[in-house]
């Protein structure tokens, strides 16, 4: 795995919801044919890591049970590593991670960053993998209403550090740590950008960072019509390929997206220019208008 924690390219993680509610592609994918014909399909346009989930973390979800989502991931994560693609299981539950990496994925992503299963930091340091640790503040049910900070990029890179400490405490080993802002998660629209403008200040902690903008809400109102009706979730792939291009020119170590041959063809775009370096101004986040661009 040292290879796709210090890569020559950012890294891509396709998208692989096996779930019938997730807020882009929730019900294509929860047969396990489709799933696997999927996720074979995204790692042949490109994605170096396919992230299998199955529980929906969009806003206001419902929680299920670790039986279901084993019995969604499970199958769908065999056939994929019978088939030679690598994964990471997309789970805040240890129990699901440990079944998930014995089935054949490599890296746990956790959207909670450890917090919603104590016994996760165990499973990962006695896995010897990758974790991803992503800001987190409660689970989908309630996470909008904990969208308050007066300081968001310094909150966010506050408690990553935190996860952080905890994560090394518990014996992880500290090159196998990547972290996440959680773009969406228990975040509006403003700490959003906020986040993307300061990713520089989250660099700074000195690990690998993961950008998950793909398709999100944000992205919609951005480019929402004269009408102020927010762009559908099938048409945000423009807006979604310019902020991974943008997150990895700041120095971001990778991208979560749904569109993987198109983020591919771009990032390649980028490495042949001769992988410019984005230098952020800190004007704050852009107004949505009828053009979506900032006024």
């Not at 995204?42 to 973390?57: F, K, N, P, Q, R």
């Amino acid at each position: 795995m040292t290879d796709l924690l210090r890569p020559a390219r950012p890294v891509v993680m396709g998208v692989l919801n096996v779930t019938p509610d997730s807020f882009s592609d929730g019900g294509r994918y929860a047969d396990v044919e489709a799933a696997v014909a999927h996720g074979v399909r995204l790692y042949e346009e490109g994605a170096d890591l396919i992230d299998v989930g199955g529980e929906s973390t969009r806003p206001g979800a419902v929680r299920i049970d670790a039986e279901t989502e084993n019995a969604r991931v499970l199958p769908v994560i065999r056939a994929l590593a019978g088939a030679g693609v690598p994964m990471s299981i997309d789970t805040t539950r240890a129990a699901v991670a440990d079944a998930a990496l014995a089935a054949g994925a490599s890296v746990v992503n956790d959207v909670s960053g450890g917090l919603a299963d104590p016994q996760m930091a165990a499973v990962v340091a006695g896995a010897g993998c990758p974790w991803i640790l992503m800001h987190w503040r409660g689970h989908s049910n309630r996470m909008q209403d904990l969208a308050r900070y007066t300081d968001v990029v310094g909150e966010v890179r506050a408690a990553l550090g935190a996860r952080v400490d905890d994560a090394l405490a518990a014996g992880v080993d500290p090159q196998r740590i990547i972290v996440d802002p959680g773009l969406g998660f228990a975040k509006h629209a403003e700490h959003n950008w906020q986040l993307t403008i300061g990713l520089p200040e989250l660099l700074s902690l000195g690990y690998p960072v993961l950008f998950a903008a793909s398709r999100k809400s944000y992205l919609g109102r951005l480019l929402a019509g004269p009408d102020g009706e927010p762009r559908p979730v099938g048409q945000r792939g423009a807006a979604t390929i310019a902020t991974s291009v943008l997150a990895v020119a700041a120095g971001a170590w990778g991208v979560r997206v749904h569109d993987v041959r198109d983020t591919v063809d771009a990032l390649a775009v980028w490495q042949a220019s001769g992988r410019p370096a984005l230098a952020t101004t800190g004007t704050g986040p852009p107004a949505a208008g009828a053009t979506g661009m900032p006024r």
